[in-house]
Each structure stands twice: as structure tokens, then as C-alpha cells.
């Protein structure tokens, strides 16, 4: 069956400007979780929905970071006002249930300028 | 304190040899779970093995097998007959809590190890 997908792949943003990243599920996968992966770096961890429920994220690292479910299968991870800091890859990861393995996408390389 | 600490920055194997890609991990939960992904130059992450920490025998799925120590809090890595396509970036995982806890599932990585097959 089909995997995770995300979109955009690539997407280069303007300090300040706004940006949404999509994330398309494994479907029947009632677990879904974020993580931004900087340059060289492991992922870290931003937030997690069970279902449409987001039941954690104490990951997210400021307040223009915002993300969403809203009917329990695609999510969106939406940044506000961009900063060079956000520069990273964001990956979306699906599990059938909470605990089991994750599943990831090939992940949304965000630049900003 | 480092959760999941991978030691070695970089590994190299010769083709069909077997190589360890160690981690050692730091929890005061005696329920979690250890995961290794492999991260290949396309940057996709791929599940490869789980170890439970109540689970009796090491893991093993294939090529890959994992050497649990528990005692030692060391989950690594053993990839034999090494093959070209396993170079790439690989990473260690833990995942704590017990289920129904809020935080349960999130994944906390290493920093990784990069691993290259020679010919």
C-alpha cells in the first residue's frame, strides 16, 4: 500500500512569510507525529494526534508553530512568520497505534531566506 | 543529560562483512522501547528493528539483529553480510512511558552514525 507522503518536498520561504507543510498518513494509522530534523542532526520530536485529538506538543518550539488534524487523517504543520531558525526538514511520522513503529515520510526540506 | 547517545560519527565495512553501530540510552522508566531506522541519502527514514524492554530475546529481523544489554542500557546494531546499499545515516531511537500516558509514542533519536560499504 501507499506510504507516508508529504508535500511540498522543497519549499524556500522569505523571513516572515508563512508556510504550510502537508502530511498524508498511512491510511488507518490512527497515530500521527512531526518531528523537525536539522542538518545533521537526529529528528526531534514537535507534536503528536491521535486521531484528530492532539494530545501532545510540548516539542513545538515557539507559538508560530501550529499544527492541526482535523479529521483524523491528513495533517497540517503551518509556521508563522518564518525565521532562519526554522530551516530544517520536517518529517511526518504515521503508526497504527500509539507505541508501535513509526512509519515516516520523505520529509519537507524548508528553507528560509 | 543525552537520552540515546551513538558514539561513532562514522563506520566503515567492507562488503559482506558484519559491522556494530553502537548505542547506549538513559531512562529511569523500566517500560520502553528501542527502535533503528536507517536514513539513506534520500533523506526517508526507515524502520528497521524494535527491542521491548521486557522483551526475553534480542530482536532480530534478517540481516539486522540487535544486542540488548539492558543492564549495560545498550541497544546495538549488528548488520551482517554487509551490502553497498546499506551505506547511509542510522539511527537509534527510545521510546518511554507506559500506554495511555500523553507522551507515550513519541520517538527521542541520536545523533546518528553514518555508515559506508566499501567494495
Known amino acids: 500500500g501507499a506510504g507516508v507522503s508529504q508535500s511540498p518536498r522543497y519549499k524556500v520561504a522569505k523571513r516572515g512569510q508563512d508556510v504550510a507543510l502537508r502530511c498524508d498518513p498511512i491510511?488507518?494509522?490512527?497515530?500521527l507525529f512531526w518531528y523537525q530534523q536539522a542538518l545533521g542532526q537526529g529528528p526531534e520530536f514537535l507534536t503528536y494526534?491521535?486521531?484528530?485529538?492532539?494530545?501532545?506538543k510540548s516539542g513545538l518550539p515557539s507559538d508560530r508553530f501550529f499544527a492541526e488534524r482535523p479529521e483524523g487523517s491528513v495533517s497540517t504543520l503551518k509556521i508563522q512568520r518564518t525565521q532562519q531558525e526554522d530551516s530544517a526538514v520536517y518529517l511526518c511520522a504515521s503508526s497504527l497505534l500509539r507505541g508501535y513503529e513509526q512509519y515516516f515520510g520523505p520529509g519537507t526540506r524548508l528553507t528560509v531566506t | 543529560a543525552q537520552k540515546i547517545t551513538q558514539t561513532q560519527p562514522g563506520m566503515f565495512v567492507q562488503e559482506k562483512e558484519a559491522v556494530t553501530l553502537d548505542c547506549t540510552y538513559d531512562t529511569s522508566d523500566p517500560s520502553y522501547g528501542l527502535f533503528w531506522y536507517k536514513q539513506p541519502s534520500s533523506g526517508e527514514m526507515i524502520f528497521l528493528i524494535y527491542q521491548g524492554s521486557y522483551d526475553q530475546q534480542n530482536a532480530t529481523e534478517g540481516r539486522y539483529s540487535l544486542n540488548f544489554q539492558k543492564a549495560r542500557k545498550s541497544a546495538n546494531l549488528v548488520i551482517s553480510a554487509s551490502q553497498l546499499g546499506d551505506s547511509a545515516m542510522y539511527f537509534c531511537?527510545?521510546?518511554?512511558?507506559?500506554?495511555?500516558?500523553?507522551?507515550?509514542?513519541?520517538?527521542?533519536f541520536g545523533q546518528g552514525t553514518i555508515l559506508t560499504v566499501h567494495p
Open positions: 491510511s488507518g494509522h490512527v497515530s
Open positions: 531511537a527510545m521510546r518511554e512511558g507506559r500506554a495511555g500516558g500523553t507522551s507515550y509514542g513519541k520517538l527521542t
Open positions: 494526534f491521535q486521531n484528530e485529538a492532539q494530545l501532545d
